[in-house]
């Protein structure tokens, strides 16, 4: 059973940085791809970055491109968010996933493709 644990999160001034990581904690990833999401109070789980676990292809939402890189670890199991540029738009929990659906990134996008969530990781950006 795949169990996906977040760390990282926490509080950061508006143009900061923080690197969120999330880990495989039972047993190695053997999902097609993983990807981060993120919700804030009152709106939808929004896509955020997702990237293949083989050949570590990524794609991103418009909102977080070239701010936000997405890379994985695959010796240690474990996925990293690196997010710079920090808005206060950015504050959110944010929450990793593992989708074994084999379909082009571009359509990994919703969450109902992923098959396994963290816990989640509150991020908030003061401005």
């Known amino acids: 059973q795949v169990q996906l644990v977040e760390s990282g999160g926490g509080l950061v001034q508006a143009g900061g940085s923080l690197r969120l990581s999330c880990a495989d904690s039972?047993?190695?990833?053997?999902?097609?791809?993983m990807g981060w999401f993120r919700q804030a109070p009152g709106k939808e789980r929004e896509f955020v970055a997702a990237?293949?676990?083989?050949?570590?292809?990524?794609y991103y939402a418009d909102s977080v491109k070239s701010r936000f890189a997405i890379s994985r670890d695959r010796p240690k199991n474990t996925m990293y968010l690196q997010m710079n540029s920090l808005k206060p738009e950015d504050t959110a929990v944010y929450y990793c996933a593992a989708s074994g659906r084999i379909l082009p990134l571009s359509t990994l996008t919703t969450p109902n493709r992923y098959d396994y969530w963290g816990q989640g990781t509150q991020v908030t950006v003061s401005s």
């Open positions: 039972r047993r190695a990833f053997s999902s097609y791809a």
């Open positions: 990237i293949t676990w083989s050949a570590g292809t990524t």
